[in-house]
């Protein structure tokens, strides 16, 4: 039985994967330098950077190991919103982001071998008008420090959020139904049909 691998530090596409019955799998993760081309749109960016994380990650694993990469970014208009650096610049991200729509692309490789996939998945983000104030308080729970664009949807970043359009698990790092369907192309099936009843 192939080993899964997932090849992300990341505890939120941990969680994701368990929650969606993959339970037995390993985390490595590879050191990937994330350069792209100039000029790429949102999509081909988060899937060039997916290649070349599975890239690194197949040389840590075994020819015979599932490897799933994803990388998640956050765009406004033509501009990329990263991890912040500081608490100014958290605040900059999340006054240019409220009362507007915002796109988070994630994408996502599956690699067993010389075998390979690769595509990406697109949410529009509506976040409501808010506060200094709120924002502030919002930057003062820590949460928005280690995310990109500055808010995570899964916990007080809700707060921001009127609506989206899309997947809402992709916001989190993840499009799992996307995944889904990934890994069957290498037999790895998450609702397999019930076994037949004598």
Do not use: W
């Amino acid at each position: 039985m192939p080993q899964i691998v997932l090849a992300s530090g990341s505890p939120r596409r941990r969680e994701l994967l368990e929650r969606i019955g993959v339970t037995d799998f390993i985390v490595r993760v590879p050191d990937v330098e994330e350069s792209v081309p100039e000029g790429l749109t949102p999509e081909k960016t988060v899937a060039c950077i997916s290649r070349e994380k599975a890239e690194a990650a197949a040389r840590l694993c075994g020819p015979e190991d599932i490897i799933i990469t994803a990388d998640t970014m956050v765009f406004l208009e033509h501009r990329r919103l990263g991890k912040p650096h500081s608490e100014a610049e958290a605040l900059e991200m999340l006054t240019a982001l409220q009362g507007r729509r915002h796109t988070v692309c994630t994408g996502v490789t599956v690699r067993q071998g010389d075998r390979s996939f690769t595509e990406s998945e697109t949410t529009d983000v509506y976040f409501r008008p808010a506060s200094q104030g709120e924002l502030l308080a919002y930057i003062a729970t820590g949460e928005p420090m280690d995310k990109a664009g500055s808010y995570g949807v899964q916990g007080k970043g809700a707060l921001l959020v009127e609506r989206l359009d899309g997947d809402f698990f992709n916001v989190m790092g993840l499009p799992v139904l996307r995944l889904s369907r990934m890994l069957q192309r290498f037999g790895v099936c998450l609702l397999p049909p019930p076994a037949d009843r004598a």
